[in-house]
Structures are given as structure tokens and as C-alpha cells.
């Protein structure tokens, strides 16, 4: 683990919980994963998808989907005027990344239990064969094979892609 400071723009936010928010955040080099801890979490109220924060004090870790940056009790989150590019790209990376294409194959959506009851999709998209975790299993309903798709903030995982909670999936047509 090591600390950092950094300033980003956030891309997406995901799954706003009782002590955790998670949030994709990005500049020019790329995307990471954010996760507010403690007083962080109300402070994540007041941020919204576009918005350039200064992060301060988090601490960094290496994870399958690439750098995890947590914000805890000793860190602090601000938003920050300043207007930081973190265009959206497409094509496969370490870390997350971005793909687009048609939709070939959609098979039926599966459950399995841990604690919790789960649901996942297997899909094909222009020959890559990617795993729709829990949320992102009920969006891929609303499309069709056939239907051009991006997939935001995909990650690699024990030789496959998935999409988990922080992923989103969004018409192809909206991304030239």
C-alpha cells in the first residue's frame, strides 16, 4: 500500500452504500476505482458524475480491475473548478477499460448464491466473451442481439472480462 494525492474526474458513480461509495474516476491516463470510507461517504452526496475532485491522503491497492484508491477517516475529498479531460476510450488495457461493438450473443442470465443470491449474463461482443455481474445482467435486457453497445470500465479477471457494479452498459450509438 501507498499513499497518494491525485485530481480526477468522476466518470460514474456506483453503489452508494451505509459506509462505502464507490466511484470511477479518470484523467488523460486512465480509469481507477475510488472508495470513500467514514466521513467520506457523506461528502459524496455533494459530488456528481462530471465533477473534478482533489483527493488527498488516500491510500492505493492493486486489484484485478486495476489501482483501488481509498479515501478513509485520514483522507479528504473536495470538489475542485477545474476542468480535467479523461476522455473515453475503447479497447482493452490493464486496469479498466472501455469496449464497443455489436452484440452477438446474449445467453439466459444464471443465479448462484455466496451469502448473498447473485445473477450473472455471459455475452459476446465482437468475439469477446464477457461476464455481466448482478446489476449490469438486468441492463443487458433492454438490448438486443444485433445492438451496438459500449461497456464502461470493464476489468480482467482469472483470464476473463467482467462487469461488476462500478461497470456500466450504455448504447453504442451515444459514443462516436
Sequence with gaps: ESTLSL??????????EKDVV????GDETGYALLKLWDHNVGVARHVREGDSIHVANAWVKKRSYGMEINVGKYGMIERVERDI????TFGKREGLFNLKGTLVKKFPTTMYVDDVEHFMCRIVVDGDEIFLLDERARDIQRFCEGDTIALLWLYRRNGGIYADEWSKIANGDAFP
Excluded: F, N, Q
Design 7 to 16: 485530481t480526477a474526474r468522476v466518470m460514474h458513480i456506483g453503489t452508494r
Design 22 to 25: 464507490k466511484m470511477v474516476v
Design 85 to 88: 479531460p479523461a476522455p473515453i
